[in-house]
């Protein structure tokens, strides 16, 4: 089963980056499993329901989020209705949606995508590494491969859950500080790693922001409405081969190409 | 001029990498100028006037620290007395040590090095950003070329300074993460980019730590006293080419090597 | 010369406090000058012009803010207006408003109010410190007599700032936490201090939300729309004496009166 | 029954500070239970087992700690020996412990202290609302009079707490900003409330640190030695009477004295 899973998609230039990539790789690698980051395709600012239609039309099958899952009011309905929409699964109880999903291919292979939200320099959730432990070990009975998403802004926090689920499940790659990293590998006891997958979108801004505005912020320290860059595109995600009946990965491979 | 500059060398195995990599990458690159990142060399925590001689002869020109500046009290006295050991220049006026330094090479071309430290989610200093144009306007009355490194956190922080500074200076390079990123770069008006050059140490670790230390203290949220890892090795670097009679970057290419 | 500072004034239960509690103190203590917290005025969040003006009509000589400045986008263009409305004086340059303000009483007597704002747990400005020191110097050639409020989170920050200036201005207080500390008292060097001034507005909410809400958020980890709580009030505010030729403060008095 | 809960107890004049107080405190208010917070006993960073015995020996029933539970090696194997000695029972399964303990009068009356620790600008733990109704639950099978520290930095989570737990618990204390706050009410539904309880330690230093060490820390951005403050000492306290068998709370006051 090959996976394709496509970094924290950027406003609208990043949903084109994605209705131009996806078919593309699809077709040339044999792709049998879209996922794509959705929590910034609302003009940088979350996801609404349409958006999320659009994504799943353009051949997506998991939509994971993040921090800005909330950002649009609209979602909050929706989050209950579409169990292929994620958010991150340590979220506490009593939150609407849900934070994994099985996917079935035509072929009747099964993954299972778990999402987690990370707590170093972020939102205070449940402990992710609890809830790791706890819904890998649920979702194995659904599916042998899981692939892991671990939505974060510390290096340290992704790459002890990359060492903490390695064996466990097929993959933990990064989301969230839309910077894709270099240091895709097969940790010791088998699992595809990779710390940010990165974002797809406008190359020449800040993480996705127009840059006048982003260091504008940083020079006043004053409140800034965010908008999203333009200019040429960068779509970023990882190709993951895993062996779907064994739970086992295959290989790993970063994908960064700018139109 | 050819640049090479090591990210976070890592203890004892990032200095063992450091001694068995740079005469290999300087000899068959025909590199004019070695700098690396010495905040974690003693034991992943700080740099003492010892290893700091070490790293000189080893090649290195300039060496540059970060929030962990600090961390070995031997070596409060020795940054005022070593002018190539950096630490961030928008520590307040009164800190010791010096934030930049002018290297020049045998064959006369000057480097200006200039080191500043991001505030998000890091100590709070002087503004980054302040201190940078006030700093490379005076460094540029001394050397066409000025290298800026930004040991920083926030993905958003780096890049922010890379556009800040984008025309002004031969390249804006990232420390601190302790992992490679993949968005090497010549941004829009010239400036060579890269959001952090990563860590040169253990690989299987939790950036450079012993993996199940870093996994407990996330389990317990209990401080826990790390030690640096052991087993393979990677070393992580960027080699930049400029001309340094205009100031211009020519070409920037991440190195990644595992042992 | 007395000095009553309203503590942060809480949306309209604590506008309505400050109405009715405003002239029965001025007359009953015979203060010469009121100061106010008005970050908070405008439904919980910032402030805008009308309501800056309805402060001053009830008796403010000085609306001091905080973090929540600029909360509400048509204060923006008002700030370089007012020089009575502050902003936090460490703010960097090119911030609009002004950050201190001196105040003539009708007896011809003059007092500086300077606002700064800590950076621990907090958005990062320039350094509190070396800003207070500056202004503290230039304000005191116009006025003997120098009020700091500083707007903060961290109590360390706020009493190293009293013993900062202790001795070189009248008082050092406290806003930000929105509960009133018990701490008041007349530092080694002469300097009225007190950790925190407390919130003017809803007694029975979580620093002035309604309940409900604040709770939800610590429970669900998701943002929350906060509205401003309902029930009796409480006026927050502190009374220090000062002699406004000699520069120095002779008492302070916590004030808490609920409705 | 009467409580007196001596709030964060500060190197050795804190101790000291304690030694005084507490046997005049107890013979003129006919004291029931003291407890104490003793995370800073040990030269203000943690608690070592001869100083635990120390203050079991001046009285106190029950000890309480915090975030600087850890600072000292050798309290690690005493934890799981003395259950009286409570570390916030929102630290995750398998640390060293207890959260809880019911303390007996001579008279048999029953008292259940918890401790719970906030995460806002803390260190990421379990969440302190949903373990604090799992817990008060479990306890009020043992005990009708229930009294929860909330060891905290932000106000608001700890007034969220109070409202949280409001008509469940006797009463819901602050500990750990060291600044007794003024706000000591009984709420809405019967519980006592206050803030924080204020640090009983040195009166002159920056939350019981000598304040030169505090202030040059705030003006370099390096890291400190902090050394305990000398000079005259406050003892700060909240007396709490509450019917025991009732689980209701009656009246509740602060004690800040200066020796
Ligand atoms: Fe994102
Ligand atoms: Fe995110
Ligand atoms: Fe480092
Ligand atoms: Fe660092
Ligand atoms: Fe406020
Ligand atoms: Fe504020
Ligand atoms: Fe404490
Ligand atoms: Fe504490």
């Known amino acids: ?120 320099y972020m939102p205070t959730l449940d402990c992710p590494f609890q809830v790791a432990k706890r819904e890998v070990a649920k979702l194995k009975r659904e599916a042998a491969a899981v692939l892991v998403d671990m939505h974060a802004e510390a290096t340290s926090e992704k790459m002890a859950m990359g060492h903490y689920l390695d064996g466990d499940v097929v993959a933990v790659v990064g989301t969230h500080t839309h910077v894709q990293t270099a240091d895709e590998q097969i940790l010791p006891k088998g699992t595809a790693y990779l710390t940010d997958i990165g974002m797809t979108g406008p190359l020449h801004g800040v993480i996705g922001v127009k840059k006048e505005l982003a260091i504008e912020k940083f020079l006043t320290g004053m409140p800034k409405r965010f908008e999203v860059a333009s200019g040429p595109t960068v779509f970023c995600a990882v190709l993951i081969e895993v062996d779907a009946q064994l739970g086992k990965a295959i290989t790993i491979e970063r994908i960064r190409v700018i139109d």
């Open 1 to 120: 089963m090959k996976i394709l899973y496509i970094g924290d998609i950027m406003g609208e230039p990043g949903r084109r980056a994605v209705g131009r990539m996806v078919p593309r790789v699809v077709s040339q690698r044999q792709v049998d499993v879209v996922i794509g980051n959705g929590e910034n395709v609302a003009g940088g600012f979350g996801i609404t329901p349409e958006l999320a239609e659009e994504l799943f039309e353009m051949g997506l099958s998991v939509i994971t989020t993040g921090n800005h899952a909330w950002d649009k009011k609209e979602i909050l309905d929706y989050f209950p209705r579409e169990p292929r929409l994620l958010r991150p699964a340590n979220y506490p109880a009593g939150v609407p949606g849900n934070g994994s999903y099985v996917v079935e291919t035509p072929g009747g292979e099964k993954l299972a995508v778990l999402q987690l939200m990370g707590r170093a």
